[in-house]
T-cell receptor, first 114, second 113 residues
Framework: AQSVTQLGSHVSVSEGALVLLRCNYS??????LFWYVQYPNQGLQLLLK??????LVKGINGFEAEFKKSETSFHLTKPSAHMSDAAEYFC????????????FGSGTRLSIRP | DAGVTQSPTHLIKTRGQHVTLRCSPI?????VSWYQQVLGQGPQFIFQ???????GRGNFPDRFSARQFPNYSSELNVNALLLGDSALYLC????????????FGQGTRLTVV
């Protein structure tokens, strides 16, 4: 069975500082990996996805993530945090052979300090 | 272009009642998935439908059921509501049943009292 583990339910950084949100996955097959963002009272928006084309994936709003098979990790980073980045972030994995069934982590709430 | 639309946006029901939630996918999308997001947790997969057939089911009791109509819209039905069914119910649509990007609606907030 596939699963993802997000380390840290809450991360707080200063505006302009590096953002690092950690995600480790478990999968017996090559996974599809995703990061989604959820703003208060809204649905989920896809930030980026890994589909085996490249290990470093660039997404929207300046975010990127690196797939490291040896570490089974897919951490999300952004060089400089903006106040507008404050939201809940979810790492997710999709079963290779099961269409659109996405398994989400428990989420990390990102707070930005002025 | 309209995104994924869900109705209603908010709903309050009493324990034991039945509820129907609705989802209209993006035009041209043939796959709809349903997720339950309990407060403070990540979404959990409930169902996936593609071309009106069930393609996947998560670990939810038989009180939960769904269907997809010829126009690819979908309904999620929950019978005999429990307090624990209170959650944000998210619908996602994708172009095909494969691993294409899923686009999420803003959800229906269900409160069971």
């Amino acid at each position: 069975a596939q699963s993802v583990t997000q380390l840290g339910s809450h991360v707080s950084v200063s505006e302009g500082a590096l953002v690092l949100l950690r995600c480790n996955y478990s999968s017996s097959v090559p996974p599809y990996l995703f990061w989604y963002v959820q703003y208060p009272n809204q649905g989920l928006q896809l930030l980026l996805k890994y589909t085996s084309a490249a290990t470093l994936v660039k997404g929207i709003n300046g975010f990127e993530a690196e797939f490291k098979k040896s570490e089974t990790s897919f951490h999300l980073t952004k060089p400089s945090a903006h106040m507008s980045d404050a939201a809940e972030y979810f790492c997710a994995v999709s079963e290779y052979s099961s269409a659109s069934k996405i398994i989400f982590g428990s989420g990390t709430r990102l707070s930005i300090r002025p | 272009d309209a995104g994924v639309t869900q109705s209603p946006t908010h709903l309050i029901k009493t324990r034991g009642q039945h509820v129907t939630l609705r989802c209209s996918p993006i035009s041209g999308h043939k796959s709809v998935s349903w997720y339950q997001q309990v407060l403070g947790q990540g979404p959990q997969f409930i169902f996936q439908y593609y071309e009106k057939e069930e393609r996947g089911r998560g670990n939810f009791p038989d009180r939960f059921s769904a269907r997809q109509f010829p126009n690819y819209s979908s309904e999620l039905n929950v019978n005999a509501l429990l307090l624990g069914d209170s959650a944000l119910y998210l619908c996602a649509s994708s172009l095909t049943g494969g691993n294409t990007e899923a686009f999420f609606g803003q959800g229906t907030r269900l409160t069971v009292v």
